[in-house]
C-alpha cells in the first residue's frame, strides 16, 4: 500500500523546523539528515543540510532547503487533535513562540510558515453534535476564536 508523506519546502530553516517540531510533540523524532552532495539551485552548497526526514506520531515529514522560490502558506496545514485546554495550550504557546502568529478558529502559523490546526475534540464534538441549535451556538463561538478556548466553546453549546 502506497504511503504519503508531506515534503516541506524551507528556505534554509529546514533543520530547525524538524528540531521545534519534535521538541513539541511527545511521540516525535529526527529520522534522517542528508546534506547537499554538491551545487544545487536555491543555494545547496556541498556539506550543506538538504533534507530532514521526520516523524510526528508515525507519520514521516521530510522538510527541504531549497532557497526562497516558495513559501509555505494556510493552503496546506496540520491538524492537532488535542483533548482538552492543557493540550491546546501546549501546542499553541508552542507553536506561536518566537515569531509565530495567530490566526482564526484555531488556526496559527508557526515561526518558519508552517499553518497548524490546534483542535480539542470537544470543539469537533460540539460543532458536529446531532443538536444543530447548540451547534450552531458553538460554531459561532469558535468563529469569534484565535485559540480555541474549550470552556467557552462548551458554555456556548450549553446555551450559556
Known amino acids: 500500500m502506497p504511503k504519503i508523506t508531506p515534503f516541506l519546502w524551507f528556505d534554509n530553516q529546514a533543520e530547525d523546523a524538524a528540531k521545534l517540531y519534535v521538541s513539541v510533540f511527545p511521540n516525535a523524532r529526527i529520522l534522517d539528515v542528508a546534506y547537499y552532495p554538491g551545487e544545487a539551485p536555491g543555494g545547496g552548497k556541498p556539506g550543506k543540510v538538504m533534507t ?10 521530510t522538510a527541504l532547503n531549497a532557497g526562497p522560490a516558495f513559501k509555505l502558506d494556510e493552503a496546506f496545514s496540520f491538524v492537532i487533535d488535542c483533548d482538552g485546554q492543557d493540550e491546546v495550550d501546549h501546542y499553541w504557546n508552542a507553536l506561536t513562540a518566537d515569531g509565530g502568529q495567530e490566526s482564526q478558529c484555531g488556526w496559527l502559523k508557526d515561526r518558519y510558515g508552517l499553518s497548524w490546526q490546534v483542535t480539542p475534540r470537544q470543539l469537533i464534538e460540539a460543532t458536529t453534535s446531532p443538536d444543530r441549535e447548540a451547534a450552531g451556538r458553538a460554531f459561532q463561538a469558535m468563529m469569534g476564536m484565535k485559540k480555541i478556548d474549550v470552556a467557552a466553546i462548551q458554555a456556548a453549546f450549553a446555551g450559556k
Open 52 to 61: 530532514v526526514v521526520f516523524e510526528i506520531d508515525g507519520q514521516k515529514i
